[in-house]
């Protein structure tokens, strides 16, 4: 391996996937200046909730006027001849999605410098990361692991604020001999990193992780499901499987998760029946979720004498509709689907409000305050993560809300009983029946 000058640790960040933005920033509060492509917008407005895009968001500003982040609009802008860590940003998922992969791969391996360390991110099936050395190798005439270093490091942002998505122990795998060089570099921004020497186990272990949560998420569904049909509440026979050791399930959410695409992955590698049959069958699940809560919103009409057309339906917060990495603003597929069957909607957006804007206002009216929002509503979801003030007490929506009325708590952030004593119907996922 040729000789790396200490000082010379230029970073290129190359990608349009969140986990370019993550890296970018992470790397400018540990006071490391870094190359950013993509198409990323950073925003002067101090974040106000616990999105961990709108906190990456405010920070690319702040670092980008320090220029500790130079934004560049396209990977040809790149002066690589400086650049000796380029780090690349894709999740390959099916095969036909490689192309624009591809297509900056060789763009960039014609001028990449010798002696440069490629590390890839994100996550992909096994085997992606030598493909990619192999293409690089093919354009640039270097040789991987003694003209260039070739790794790849896991990574799946899933919206977690940046403190607790950094904290989390990392695994970096390394072809040739700069592990230990590439490492330290990782350890400015990521405390914890186990090295290997192996890519594809590499590969499959990022996958581990986001798998068994899309599982889990689909067993949590499944099991309020048995729940509701045995007349059970899921959240009293939780909390006693708990005291019974039973520790790693938690309360069913609806809220789109990016980890589906680890089982997108999963799956267009083994052709069926064969393998992945669990992980196909916990995405049909997950993927029913919002067909879900459109019965529990029908059932909590219907114990109120209603049907879902024409009724006036209160949705409070979009924490529990929408996915928290989602940059362009699109309607959730729940309020879509509420629209559709004739439900005359209000939305208060809480965190989402500056995202909300963008949302087409024939869909509902919008809403500055929860009172507002459910004023003479017939049935108030709650998709919010955490209870604002005192607008959110039993009392106050009851007060506010037409009689009789419903609450549907899908972020399970109120308490039941306190809504049942405020003269209020209360459901949620695992509460009674689905059927409306």
């Known amino acids: 391996m040729p000789d790396y000058n200490p000082i010379d640790t230029t970073i290129a960040i190359v990608g349009n996937q969140p986990e370019a933005l993550l890296l970018s ?26 999105s961990g895009r709108e906190e990456a968001a405010w920070l690319l500003g702040i670092h980008a006027k320090a220029q500790r982040i130079k934004l560049l609009s396209d990977p040809s802008d790149l002066p690589l001849y400086d650049v000796r860590r380029l780090i690349i940003t894709d999740h390959s998922t099916l095969l036909g999605e ?10 960039l391996a014609k001028n ?6 490629i590390i890839l991110t994100g996550l992909c099936r096994p085997g992606s990361t030598r493909k990619i050395g192999a293409m690089i190798q093919q354009f640039s005439g270097l040789e991987a692991g003694r003209d260039f270093s070739l790794s790849y490091l896991p990574l799946l942002w899933n919206g977690e604020p940046l ?57 949590e569904l499944e099991l309020a499901s048995i ?8 959240n009293d026979a939780l909390e006693l499987s708990r005291g019974a050791g039973l520790q790693f399930l938690g309360t069913p959410r609806t809220i789109p998760s990016r980890y589906s695409i680890a089982s997108t ?12 049959r669990l992980i196909r069958t916990a995405r049909r699940v997950n993927e029913d979720a919002n067909q879900r809560v ?29 996915g928290r990495l989602e940059a362009r603003p699109e309607t959730p597929q729940l309020l879509q689907m509420l629209r559709r069957r004739g439900a005359i909607l209000s939305l208060y957006p809480g965190d989402g409000r500056d995202w909300s804007n963008a949302l087409p206002r024939d869909y509902f009216r919008i809403e500055t305050s929860v009172s507002k929002t459910v004023e003479r ?40 009983s306190n809504v049942e004593r405020a003269g209020l119907i209360y459901t949620s996922i695992g509460r009674g029946s689905p059927e409306a």
Request: charged residues 20%; hydrophobic residues 40%.
């Open 112 to 117: 990449i410098a010798k002696g440069t360390d």
């Open 163 to 219: 403190l607790a998505f950094r904290e989390k122990p990392r695994i970096l795998a390394t072809l040739g001999g700069r592990a230990r060089n590439i490492q330290q570099t990782f350890l400015n921004v990521f405390p914890s990193i186990s090295c290997s020497g192996h890519l594809s186990s590499a590969e499959a272990a990022g996958l581990f992780a986001p798998l068994y949560h899309d599982v889990v998420r689909a067993l």
């Open 227 to 234: 729940c509701e049909q045995e007349h059970v509440d899921y």
């Open 98 to 107: 490689t192309t624009e992969l591809e297509r900056i791969v060789r763009s």
């Open 25 to 50: 920033v992470l790397f400018a509060e540990a006071n490391t200046p870094t190359f950013l492509t993509g198409l990323f917008e950073p925003t002067a407005q101090k974040p106000t909730g616990r």
């Open 294 to 322: 459109l019965s529990l919103i029908k059932n909590a009409l219907s114990q109120c004498g209603r049907r879902l057309r024409r009724s006036r339906v209160a949705i409070v917060g979009l924490d529990g509709l929408r």
């Open 377 to 416: 509503t017939h049935c108030a979801v709650i998709a919010i993560d955490r209870l604002e003030n005192n607008e959110l007490s039993p009392q106050r929506l009851a007060s506010e809300m037409s009689k009789p009325a419903a609450v549907c708590d899908l972020t399970g952030v109120m308490e039941a």
């Open 265 to 276: 992955i999963a799956t267009s590698t083994a052709p069926r029946p064969k393998g992945t």
